[in-house]
């Protein structure tokens, strides 16, 4: 069993050999795919790819990059839409002031729409964060001292101490291609003590291939070469660690268990 737990397979680089990606992926032993929304638009298509397979499923979120052009998408929108049978998470949301696309008070009403939406539907909420740590793990705790809801911190890049903090509030963290990166030592030794009942591995494909793929367009397949990096980096069995992670990921999308 290997899970990419955070893929946009209806994205340009994807789409146009869609078929190609999904047989490449099962060869290489990846059993089940989350497809991540983004914007509004996507959310038709992304759920019928779902319906489409067996082995994917959907997500219903704004990105923040969105926020601003998404003012009208609250919580009682989202939690409508996460009623279909294929979706288990919302997301992807949280804070970009990296880019700052969208106007960082709506990316935090944004981001707190969907905390009330995972709270709600008790599916876990997938959290994108970028030069944005303070925020975010304020607004964690906060609502969390509001009433419990799950989720995972995806395409992990921040600080140690925001892991922690992060763990500390029952977060699950996802590495992406990045840990491959030879610019990433902080990464790597994050993804040295990250409790193995905690971790999970993605793509975020098309972007962020991991080495040796680097410059192509990413795709789950790839999540294969991650696993097996982190798995070296952690001493670990290959296999133990797909394993690990593939549980761990149907513990928090507990919804694409049954």
């Not at 959907?58 to 052009?69: L, N, T």
Request: glycine share 6%.
């Amino acid at each position: 069993m290997l899970v990419d737990s955070h893929c946009h397979l209806n994205y340009k680089g994807i789409a146009e050999q869609q078929d190609l990606v999904l047989e490449r992926a099962r060869a290489q032993g990846v059993t089940a795919m989350l497809n991540i929304s983004t914007r509004e638009s996507e959310w038709d298509e992304v759920i019928g790819l779902a319906e489409a397979h067996d082995d994917i499923w959907a997500s219903v979120g704004i990105h923040p990059h969105e926020a601003d052009a998404h003012a009208d998408v609250d919580a009682a929108k989202l939690i409508q839409r996460a009623a279909s049978p294929r979706v288990i998470g919302i997301g992807e949301t949280g804070l970009d002031y990296y880019y700052d696309k969208s106007d960082r008070e709506q990316q935090r009403t944004s981001f707190r729409s969907h905390i009330h939406a995972a709270r709600e539907t008790g599916l876990p909420i997938i959290v994108h964060t970028r030069e944005a740590e303070g925020d975010t793990a304020a607004i964690l705790k906060e609502e969390m001292e509001q009433g419990p809801f799950k989720g995972v911190i995806h395409c992990f890049t921040a600080s140690a101490e925001f892991g922690r903090k992060a763990l500390d509030l029952g977060f699950y963290i996802s590495l992406s291609g990045i840990v491959t990166f030879k610019n990433a030592a902080d990464l790597q030794d994050v993804a040295k003590w990250v409790p193995g009942d905690r971790l999970l591995v993605e793509t975020d494909a098309p972007f962020l291939a991991p080495v040796p793929h680097r410059g192509k367009t990413g795709e789950p397949a790839f999540v294969a070469d991650t696993a097996a990096f982190i798995a070296q980096l952690r001493g670990q069995d290959v296999k133990e660690l797909q394993m690990s992670t593939a549980h761990n990921f149907y513990t928090l999308f507990d919804k694409a268990a049954y």
